[in-house]
Structure formats: C-alpha cells, structure tokens
C-alpha cells in the first residue's frame, strides 16, 4: 500500500516493473490527490485546477489516470474505489486475494487538510465524487471491465450526473477556479 505520489510518481517504475512480472500480490493505491504527508504538494495524480502548495495557481496538468496504466499491463485484476464506499472496498480486496498475480486497487480518499474542507464534509464529498463521474467505482478482472456499486446504479438509472461545480464547491482548492474550467 502507498500514496498516490509513491505510486504514481516516485514508485511506478517499480510497480511497472512488478505488473510486467505478473508478480503475485495485493497493491493498493491511497489516492488524496497529493503529497499530504509532506506539506501538500502537487502529485501525478492531483487533479487539473486544484491548488497544492507548489501549485498556487492550480495544476495546469491533468492528472494520470493510473488504474488504465495498470490495465495497460494486462495484469488479472484492477479496480477503482472509493474510501467512503466500504462495502465496494471490501468487496474488492476479497476479490483480489483469491486472484494470482498482481492485483491493482486504487482507492480514492478525501483529504480535509490537503483539499481544504471541514472534515464532517468527508464522506459527502466522497460520495459527490462519485455521483459527479469524477471518480468512477469498476473493475475490470482478466481484461472485462463492469462497473460496481453506486457507479453502476447511476449508470443503470440513467439520470444526468451531479454537476461537479458542487463537487468543487466545498474545497479551498478550487477556489481560484472559474466556472467556464469547472
């Protein structure tokens, strides 16, 4: 288990590395968008817009999509969850210790500090993450892809997304961000 920044950034050749081996274990990705653990920093995978303490302005960049770089590997499994849906994290994990070889489970996590917003706010904005189609709950297991959890019931209903204007909203990161980059 690592970081986005461990993961995507300063470790990824080693974990390339391990999925083209199809070496046999467990990797979870805790994705907060940045590096929260030494002061906020802009990681990979930071989204485009959000203000970090090297990026006063907001990333220019977007951010890497690394459960598709790990699907690129052709590994048996990955997955993309989220910290505030953990029945879909469990049922992930328990999925993927049945499995050989490397399995990939990237878990969005809300951040208070590193996003900016009070921490009761953090299942909330967890939740409207997913319901704005910013963070996306599926798997894909020996290279077919299914959506699970609240992903797929939103797609099944067929309803427009949540505007991710209110996903924005809550977060002292995006506060620079106009409506028309929202």
């Not at 590096?35 to 203000?51: E, K, W």
């Not at 459960?67 to 048996?76: G, L, S, V």
């Not at 704005?132 to 019931?153: D, N």
Request: aromatic content about 8%.
């Amino acid at each position: 288990m690592a970081g986005d920044g461990g993961t995507g950034d300063i470790g990824i050749q080693a974990l390339s590395g391990a999925a083209e081996r199809n070496d046999d274990f467990i990797y979870i990705c805790y994705d907060n968008e940045g590096y929260m653990n030494t002061g906020t920093q802009r990681s990979g995978l930071t989204p485009q817009g959000a203000r970090t303490t090297t990026t006063g302005m907001g990333k220019r960049e977007n951010p890497k999509d690394l459960p598709r770089i790990m699907e690129a590997h052709d590994i048996p499994y990955v997955a993309s969850t989220s910290a505030v849906y953990p029945t879909d994290v469990y049922d992930k994990v328990r999925k993927a210790r049945d499995m050989h070889g490397l399995r990939y489970i990237h878990m969005n996590t809300p951040c208070p500090s590193g996003w900016a917003f009070d921490p009761q706010d953090t299942v909330r904005l967890g939740k409207l993450a997913v319901d704005a189609g910013l963070v996306v709950l599926y798997e894909v297991e020996e290279g077919a892809f299914r959506l699970t959890g609240r992903s797929a019931a939103l797609a099944k209903s067929g309803k427009a997304l949540t505007p991710v204007t209110e996903f924005f909203a809550g977060q002292g990161r995006f506060r620079r961000m106009g409506e028309e980059t929202a």
